[in-house]
C-alpha cells in the first residue's frame, strides 16, 4: 500500500478531519493513516529544506517568512541545521529524523557509517547515540578522563589561549565546538553551536590584538 499526499486534502479543516459523506474502502481510509503518519515524520525535513531554500534565494529577507510557521525559533534553527548537514541524498528513508540528528555534526562519509550501522541493527536512537559515543570515548587518550568519566580539559594546550578575557572565551567556545560536540552532538542546542562558532570566528582578530 502507497500513500497519497493528496489524500491530506480531502475533509481537513484547521480543527478536524471531517468524513466523506459517501462511504470510502477500507484500503483509501487505511492510505490517509500512511499519509498522515508521513506528513508527521517528513515534516523536520520538509521544514529545514524549505528554509534553507529561502536563505539561499533571498538572503536575510527569508527570515521575515519564518513567523509563518508559528513554531519557536530554537526548533526551527534545529531543523535547518540538520537539514543542511545531511544531504538529501543521504537521508535513509527507513530511519527516523532522529537518527540523522544523532549524526548530522559528522562528516558526509561518518554519517553513511552510522546510518547504514543503524539499519542493519535496527538500532533506537538511544542505541546509536550509545554506540557512537562509545567509539569516541574510545578514541580519547586515558590522561584525559577525569574520575567522573568525562574529558578533561587540555589545560596545556589551552594555556595560550588564556591570558586574556577574550582569551578565555574562545577557550571555552574551542572547547564547546571540539570536544564536547564531537563525544555527545545531539546533546547540544544547534543555536548555542552556530552561535558560538560565529562568536569565536569573530573574536580572532580581537585575540590576536590582545597579543600584541
Given at each position: 500500500m502507497t500513500t497519497d499526499l493528496e489524500l491530506a486534502e480531502r475533509g481537513f479543516t484547521k480543527t478536524?478531519?471531517?468524513?466523506?459523506?459517501?462511504?470510502?474502502?477500507f484500503d483509501e481510509?487505511?492510505?490517509?493513516?500512511?499519509?498522515?503518519?508521513?506528513?508527521d515524520t517528513s515534516l523536520?525535513?520538509?521544514?529545514?529544506?524549505?528554509?534553507?531554500?529561502g536563505e539561499w534565494a533571498w538572503g536575510e529577507d527569508y527570515a521575515q517568512a519564518i513567523?509563518?510557521?508559528?513554531?519557536?525559533?530554537s526548533r526551527l534553527n534545529n531543523y535547518k541545521w540538520i537539514a543542511g548537514k545531511v544531504d538529501k541524498h543521504d537521508r535513509n528513508e527507513l530511519l527516523s529524523w532522529s537518527h540523522h540528528r544523532a549524526v548530522a555534526p559528522f562528516e558526509p562519509d561518518i554519517q553513511q557509517k552510522?546510518?547504514?550501522?543503524?539499519?542493519?541493527?535496527?538500532?533506537?536512537?538511544?542505541?546509536?547515540?550509545?554506540?557512537?559515543?562509545?567509539?569516541?570515548?574510545?578514541?580519547?587518550?586515558?590522561?584525559?578522563?577525569?574520575d567522573n568519566g568525562q574529558e578533561s580539559p587540555d589545560i596545556e594546550a589551552g594555556q595560550g589561549l588564556t591570558?586574556?578575557?577574550?582569551?578565555?572565551?574562545?577557550?571555552?567556545?574551542?572547547?564547546?565546538l571540539e570536544r564536547h560536540l564531537f563525544t555527545a552532538p545531539w546533546d547540544i542546542d544547534h543555536s548555542a553551536v552556530i552561535q558560538a562558532?560565529?562568536?569565536?570566528?569573530?573574536?580572532?582578530?580581537?585575540?590576536?590584538?590582545?597579543?600584541?
Open positions: 478536524a478531519w471531517l468524513a466523506p459523506i459517501e462511504d470510502i474502502e481510509w487505511a492510505a490517509l493513516g500512511l499519509t498522515l503518519q508521513q506528513i523536520p525535513w520538509w521544514i529545514g529544506d524549505w528554509l534553507n531554500y513567523e509563518i510557521t508559528g513554531m519557536d525559533i552510522w546510518l547504514g550501522k543503524a539499519e542493519q541493527n535496527s538500532w533506537s536512537v538511544n542505541e546509536l547515540k550509545r554506540e557512537i559515543q562509545q567509539e569516541n570515548m574510545s578514541i580519547i587518550e586515558p590522561s584525559e578522563i577525569n591570558f586574556s578575557p577574550v582569551g578565555r572565551l574562545r577557550y571555552g567556545l574551542k572547547m564547546l562558532r560565529n562568536t569565536f570566528e569573530e573574536t580572532e582578530d580581537v585575540e590576536s590584538e590582545d597579543r600584541e
